[in-house]
């Protein structure tokens, strides 16, 4: 019964250590230090062969107590710049910190603890090269990984009678 037991353990141990192996962090000392204030997050996504077949959606949110009803929305404006000489992009998300909503009037809901999100950018998927924003120090980004089957669809033409 140990000899079957320590087998699963060290099973599961090679595993991990192969898994954590495949997780590589990709250097981005060629991108520029945050500014003050500011923080660098990295979406380090893996590399397949259906890269093409893929698309990310990062957005910049920061939890926040709001009502139990109404919808919350943070404003703010993602900027995308160059990495001159380098050929690659980065974000830079800026913001004053204010939230919209609708004014639904909330009676007897209480409170929730919301991560509150500026609009999302959809971007090409690339396993080759990390996908660097630069955010205010107390906003983080989630990030969806979108693919496709591959069927691709031919669109309907509509032509009017003259």
Partial sequence: MKKILSLIVAFFGLMTVTMAQSITRTDVSIFPAPEKGYKQVVIDVPHSSKDDSK???????KWMEVDGCNHFSLMGNLEQKDL?????????????GDVVSTRMGCIDTPNRNLFVTAQPELTRYNG???IVIYVPEEYEVKFKIFTT????????EFRRKK
């Avoid at 698309?55 to 949110?61: A, L, R, S």
């Fill in 55 to 61: 698309k990310i959606e990062f957005t910049v949110g």
């Fill in 128 to 130: 080759k090269l990390p």
């Fill in 149 to 156: 089957d591959g069927e691709e669809y031919q669109a309907s």
């Fill in 84 to 96: 001159k000489g380098w050929g690659y992009n980065y974000y830079v998300f800026t913001t004053t």
